[in-house]
């Protein structure tokens, strides 16, 4: 049976997971689909930084920020990188083998989240 505890250091890991490939992806591609879908939704472009500002739910409670219950996002693509341990039937060896996956996330403007309450994290 997983404790609290444990289940507590699997969302922390997975937030910071979340907030280090929001801060150092290297695709740019999402950029014009993040300024389209946050102008449509009455945000200034002058307003909307990606990486600064607009992060995924995941990133903004790693941030100590909280999305407001209602909120919707503007839909994006990324690309998380799994790894796969295959045997080599010939020699038996193991190998870990290292694949990006699509994934569609959710993104948030930081007009959308509230501070969490007693929670002390670092200022973007």
């Given at each position: 049976m997983v404790t609290l505890t444990q289940n507590n250091v699997k969302v922390n890991e997975r937030q910071a997971e979340a907030l280090s490939r929001a801060l150092t992806g290297q695709t740019w591609s999402n950029f014009p689909a993040i300024i389209q879908g946050?102008?449509?939704r009455g945000i200034p472009e002058d307003q909307i930084l990606?990486?600064?500002?607009v992060f995924t739910y995941?990133?903004?409670k790693a941030l100590g920020r909280q999305v407001r219950k209602g909120e919707h996002g503007v839909k994006v693509v990324t690309f998380i990188k799994r790894d796969k341990k295959t045997e080599d039937s010939a020699t038996g060896e193991v190998k870990l083998q290292t694949y990006s996956m699509p994934r569609t996330v959710s993104v948030f403007h930081i007009s959308q989240t509230d501070e969490s309450k007693g929670v002390h994290h670092a200022a973007i």
């Open positions: 946050f102008t449509a990606p990486r600064e500002n995941q990133a903004w």
